[in-house]
């Protein structure tokens, strides 16, 4: 159990900073919340349409990426990759929400958010596959 320790280390650091993430859509989702007088729902206020969107997406995406990864980690995927997996995984969070925290912004923000969370996400998945499906027929 102690050789799993850095990978387990690794997906508690990103599971951490992905929760950094949250709370800062949830503080500036409650900011504007506040600044609009709108407690419940988004008021017809485009912006916090947008940002209750973002961080919609974020609940939608966190938790099943953390689960697949933790996974990983216990079958006993390289250190590298969960560095790998997490960092881009992070990374596309964090500009995908920046991109919806943001009255008007970029769209290099949501894509490249999109795509670098899509990528771990997808690399993610057809690598627990492919050890699953090795490991039953192997």
């Known amino acids: 159990m102690q050789a799993l320790t850095p990978v387990l280390a690794a997906v508690g ?3 951490a900073l992905n929760m950094a993430v ?4 949830s503080v500036e989702t409650g900011r504007l919340r506040g600044k609009h007088k709108v407690s419940i729902g988004d008021g017809g206020v485009k912006h916090l349409t947008r ?5 919609a997406n974020a609940v939608e995406n966190m938790p099943m990426f ?3 990864l933790l996974v990983a980690a216990l079958l006993g995927m390289p250190l590298m990759a969960a560095h790998v997996l997490g960092a881009g995984f992070t990374i ?3 500009l995908h929400a920046w991109h919806f925290i943001q009255e008007d912004a970029p769209g290099w923000q949501r ?7 899509f990528l771990a ?3 993610l998945l057809v690598g627990l596959f492919g050890h699953g499906v090795w490991t039953m027929i192997g």
């Open 13 to 15: 650091i990103y599971a």
């Open 22 to 25: 949250l709370i800062w859509i």
């Open 51 to 55: 940002i209750m969107r973002g961080h």
């Open 66 to 68: 953390f689960v697949l």
């Open 92 to 94: 596309g969070r964090a």
């Open 111 to 117: 894509g490249g958010g999109f795509t670098l969370s």
């Open 121 to 123: 996400q997808a690399v």
